[in-house]
């Protein structure tokens, strides 16, 4: 099992930059594929990027593909996200998830594990 808390959130003006932490407890992060996942008000929760055991391999929705970087360190039990060139419509509450799978997966209901959320607000 891993327990998972996010951290970088805050309020920003479009075009700022913002980097989310997700910090894991447990000792085996390494074997978690990592997404992290975004819900406005009044949508539904959707991938923003999803990340390989070892970080070798990366996902991310159109929406965010070159403005957006998923990293992990698994010496340090986190996974990041650099968010560049904000936009008002990033703005959402973002969660990071793990699930035990040796590929990338980018269906909310296969990951297993969730953090809390960060809020993210961009000013227009």
């Known amino acids: 099992q891993v327990q998972l808390v996010e951290s970088g959130g805050g309020l920003v003006q479009a075009g700022g930059s913002l980097r989310l932490s997700c910090a894991a407890s447990?000792?085996?992060?390494?074997?978690?594929?990592m997404g992290w996942f975004r819900q406005a008000p009044g949508k539904e929760r959707e991938i923003v990027a999803a990340i390989s055991r070892s970080g070798g391999a990366t996902y991310y929705a159109d929406l965010v593909k070159g403005r957006f970087t998923i990293s992990r360190d698994n010496a340090k039990n986190t996974v990041y996200l650099q968010m560049n060139s904000l936009k008002p419509e990033d703005t959402a509450v973002y969660y990071c998830?793990?699930?035990?799978?040796?590929?990338?997966?980018?269906?909310?209901?296969?990951?297993?594990?969730w953090g809390q959320g960060t809020q993210v607000t961009v000013s227009s």
């Open positions: 447990g000792r085996t992060f390494s074997r978690y594929v």
């Open positions: 998830a793990a699930v035990d799978q040796f590929t990338i997966v980018v269906s909310i209901r296969v990951y297993d594990y």
